[in-house]
């Protein structure tokens, strides 16, 4: 339960668009509702940005862009630490609105302050500390200067199944670069994004740094920002298909792109594993954030010999979950973002069960209000299931066997994704081989959630382009220069 007052939390967010470092109604008056998944109620009606307010936000974003490149880092780093700072007094506030516009319950929306935080924090730290290179040439003959130099105004994208990290991981390194944005969340959460526009408002980022557009239109809003010429770089996390097309758009412009698209995770447990680890990371791997993760375990791909052992147990866990609207104490299964996820998530299992997968909790729809599925857990699936080519995106662990390494590896690298892989067993040769076999950007060897704003987040294959996170992710925002001047002694 939370202390905060809900109707007096949702008051307090802004209902408009930000631009220019004022607050404005959308130009012809659109608006947009926001729901509660938990309940299908109407939380907030606000701003539905057009194509006209997407000029506007370039405009700012184009004018703002001079003046904060030449903000000393020092300064820009402070300004993000004061950003980090209000995050932490307001992190229930931050937990309770992303409970309410997403479904998650609130223990883990307050996980997500904490690790969405850290990208504000991170990147205040990374500021002040991007370094250039000065060296001789090979030949001796000249000096090598390399510098780095923000890229220009940033168009961010975001989705609406981690409302404020993937707004944080997108805006405090381009903040901290030197570089403007204009960002649009998913018409589904927009709340969060707009409290986070305010807390950084109040942080002191100067007008036009930041921009957030609102919007129902996403289709022309977006084109009128990424047709315009003065955009630098798009920085895209969501599904694969939309991460296609905007690439192929961006291709026009010649834009920077960082892509974070979707995943397809396989968990692979071996007869050797530590049993008690890898329940307790497919707990995580699977069950956080309602199954709704990038990262989320797809596959769980189990030794024959431990399979009937790890799935009873699994199964047990899974039994005592509580389903329910994320504010009540002790429910660990919210709702799915919206009905049309709810009947993908059944028509994922339906297709399993068709094929032979066998129900061992879970596995049919219930009734609303609200759009909830149950935690559930398949075991015998065929490989040629569709839950184990497309993102399950829902509650559903589903399980299938193997005999050999070689097999495992197979199976595991059976997809066009390649975001993140788990691995358990006790034996670190084999850890170490299968973490070098699998074909993904991302590994976890014994744990089953490997986010941390520190390291370099990102796929490989249809999962993306580019890195967020680590000493990477601010290079997705600066650009390279470098001069050749002669030998000063020459
Ligand atoms: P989505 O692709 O439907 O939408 C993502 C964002 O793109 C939203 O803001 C949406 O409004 C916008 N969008 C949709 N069509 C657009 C268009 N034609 N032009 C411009 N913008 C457009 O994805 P979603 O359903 O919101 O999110 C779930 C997906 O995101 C999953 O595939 C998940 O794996 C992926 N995801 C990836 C990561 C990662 O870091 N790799 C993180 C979180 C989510």
């Not at 105004?153 to 981690?162: A, D, G, R």
């Not at 991302?442 to 996170?469: K, T």
């Amino acid at each position: 339960m939370s202390t905060i007052d809900e109707a007096a939390l949702l008051a307090s967010v802004q209902d408009d668009l930000f631009i220019d470092g004022s607050w404005r109604p959308a130009t012809g008056g659109g608006t947009l509702e926001v729901r509660d998944p938990a309940t299908g109620q109407v939380l907030k009606t606000i701003a539905s940005a057009s194509v006209e307010d997407a000029r506007s936000a370039m405009d700012a974003a184009a004018s703002a862009f001079p003046g904060w490149a030449a903000t000393p880092a020092r300064t820009r780093a402070e300004i993000l630490r004061r950003a980090f700072d209000l995050l932490q007094e307001r992190k229930e506030q931050f937990a309770l609105l992303m409970t309410l516009e997403m479904g998650k319950p609130l223990a883990e929306a307050r996980g997500e302050v904490a690790y969405g935080g850290e990208f504000v924090r991170w990147f205040s730290e990374v500021a002040a500390h991007v370094q250039g290179r000065y060296g001789a040439n090979p030949e001796g003959s000249g000096r090598m200067i390399v510098t780095h130099h923000p890229v220009g105004p940033c168009y961010l994208i975001t989705p609406w199944n981690f409302p404020l990290a993937m707004a944080t991981r997108k805006i405090a390194p381009a903040l901290a670069a030197g570089c403007t944005v204009v960002i649009k969340p998913a018409a589904l959460t927009p709340l969060t994004t707009l409290y986070f526009a305010q807390l950084l408002e109040e942080a002191g980022v100067p007008a036009g740094v930041v921009n957030v557009l609102t919007t129902i239109e996403t289709g022309p809003v977006s084109e009128a920002i990424i047709s315009d010429p003065r955009l630098r770089k798009l920085s895209f996390t969501g599904s694969t298909p939309v991460g296609v097309s905007l690439l192929k758009r961006a291709a026009d412009g010649v834009l920077r792109t960082s892509m974070e698209l979707g995943g397809n995770a396989p968990f692979v447990v071996f007869d050797d594993a530590d049993l008690d680890k890898a329940v307790e990371g497919a707990m995580a791997a699977k069950f956080r954030n309602i199954g709704q993760a990038c990262t989320a375990a797809n596959r769980f791909i189990v030794h024959a010999s431990v399979a009937e052992e790890f799935t009873r147990r699994i199964t047990d866990r899974v039994s005592v979950m509580k389903m329910g609207r994320g504010t009540e104490d002790g429910v660990t299964v919210g709702p799915l973002i919206d009905d049309t996820a709810v009947a993908k998530t059944d028509s994922l299992v339906q297709d399993a069960v068709g094929r032979g997968a066998a129900i061992r909790i879970g596995g049919s729809r219930v009734d609303g209000p609200g759009s909830f599925y149950p935690a559930t857990v398949l075991a015998d699936v065929p490989r040629d299931s569709s839950l184990f080519r497309e993102e399950i995106f829902g509650p559903v662990l589903a399980v299938t066997t193997f005999e050999t390494e070689d097999e495992a590896v197979a199976i595991a690298n059976e997809t066009e994704y390649g975001l993140v892989s788990y691995v358990f067993t006790e034996s670190l040769a084999r850890g170490q081989r299968m973490i070098e076999r699998l074909e993904t950007g991302m590994s976890g060897l014994n744990v089953g959630v490997v986010s941390n704003a520190a390291a370099p987040f990102g796929g490989w294959r249809q999962s993306g382009l580019g890195r967020e996170g680590g000493d990477e992710g601010i290079h997705e925002y600066l650009q390279t220069k470098y001069t050749l001047t002669p030998n000063p002694f020459a």
